[in-house]
């Protein structure tokens, strides 16, 4: 019975090895598997369970924005670089995220133009950066914008880039996020104006996120065969 058991044993050793080789290889050909960061990013982030990883920042900066409950019955999240909170935010509606940097406010809001999403990022410092429509940069399943108008998960599936604009409309920098399906890996990454504060980069992170978020909710999942209420509300 010994023997019989270790035999057992490695077959399903055997077989577990087997599975994850294949899944591994699976994952390489269908260009599954997220790439490096884009090296000429300044702010790069990349979604989690409960928030973002904040995986570069100026400086060589890294950090987190971690839910941290409900403010104003709106979900908060808390910006944390190097071990220390920087700011905390709140999104009191799909893609709108409110900024509070010990004190100093900023805001990102959200317009929809045809079901594409841009956003307005008045920062800590005062600025305002504008996006226009984030439009897909290489050619793929997915459709030419970001855009509620997405009828599956693999609607989604691409890179989505727009430039960010100055007060002057002069082009100053971009915004962007890779959206890899079927398994809904995202991450994002810009480049922002030198000493752009991390706290407004991570809102504006976390307002694309959130439309990611929203958009995928009522898209029909073609892995699962399953879409949410139809009725979409922002």
Not at 37 to 66: E, S, W
Not at 123 to 143: H, K, M, N, Q
Request: proline share 5%.
């Amino acid at each position: 019975m010994i023997e019989v058991g270790a035999a057992v044993r490695a077959v399903l050793a055997l077989l577990v090895l087997a599975a994850l080789c294949g899944c591994a290889t699976v994952s390489s050909t269908a260009g599954l598997t997220p790439p490096d960061i884009d090296p000429q990013a300044t702010f790069a982030a990349y979604k989690t369970h409960d928030g973002l990883t904040i995986a570069r920042a100026p400086g060589g900066a890294t950090g987190t924005v971690n839910a941290a409950g409900w403010s104003d019955l709106a979900p908060a999240y808390r910006v944390e670089v190097g071990g220390r909170t920087v700011a905390q935010l709140r999104v009191p509606s799909t893609a709108e995220v409110d900024v509070d940097a010990g004190g100093v406010r900023g805001q990102v809001q959200p317009s929809w133009d045809d079901q594409a999403i841009r956003l307005t990022i008045r920062s800590t410092t005062g600025e305002t950066l504008r996006t226009r429509s984030f439009r897909a940069v290489e050619i793929t399943s997915g459709l030419s914008l970001l855009s509620r108008n997405a009828q599956t998960t693999l609607d989604m599936r691409g890179t989505y880039r727009s430039d960010l604009r100055d007060a002057s409309d002069r082009v100053v920098g971009w915004l962007q996020v890779h959206v890899w399906e079927p398994f809904g890996w995202q991450v994002y990454e810009a480049v922002f104006p030198d000493g752009y504060p991390i706290a407004d980069a991570a809102a504006a992170a976390l307002a694309l996120d959130s439309e990611v978020a929203w958009i995928r909710r009522y898209v029909l999942d073609v892995n699962r065969g399953t879409s949410s209420s139809p009725g979409k509300q922002r």
